[in-house]
């Protein structure tokens, strides 16, 4: 066996090095991403929640839009519910949260204090909010009569 095929063979050896090694690299980065993604689809799943008390509940929109070339453009309108959350130190905080993410419940008794009951999963992100009112604080009056 010569000098040329002595360096020939080490260098398909090394070759074949490099590609195992590149591929064991691949194989555990795949598996590392896999339970990274295992793990925060856990944390989207964790669902936690914070009371807050509300005083003067009110409705608002914000209107907002972008526009682009040519004459093109949107707009979106999101509906809120504004009002003021106590701190912990007794003073009052302006707060709203969106009426689409909003489940009412009508389960408190007359006097009883309004809440907000924060959904947030396991990363901090909103996913929903009960607000929780005192019984007949929604009128549901609905006027059948046609106009004349």
């Given at each position: ?8 063979i080490?260098r398909?050896?090394?070759?074949i ?14 598996r590392s991403f ?8 856990k944390?989207l799943?964790e ?6 008390e ?32 106590k ?7 302006y707060?709203?949260f969106?009426m ?10 007359e006097?009883?204090q ?10 901090k ?24």
């Amino acid at each position: 066996m010569d000098e040329m095929e002595k360096i020939g063979i080490i260098r398909a050896v090394v070759c074949i090095w490099i590609i195992a090694g590149c591929i064991t690299a691949i194989f555990l980065m795949g598996r590392s991403f896999l339970e990274a993604r295992k793990e925060y689809n856990k944390l989207l799943a964790e669902r936690h929640s914070e009371k807050i008390e509300l005083y003067s509940i009110e409705t608002a929109d914000k209107i907002s839009g972008k526009f682009y070339r040519m004459g093109r453009g949107t707009i979106n309108e999101i509906d809120y519910y504004c009002c003021y959350r106590k701190t912990d130190d007794g003073g009052m905080k302006y707060y709203k949260f969106e009426m689409d993410m909003t489940t009412i419940y009508e389960s408190l008794k007359e006097g009883d204090q309004a809440y907000v009951e924060v959904i947030t999963n396991g990363v901090k992100q909103v996913v929903g909010y009960k607000l929780y009112v005192p019984e007949n604080t929604i009128i549901q009056q609905i006027d059948l009569s046609a106009a004349k």
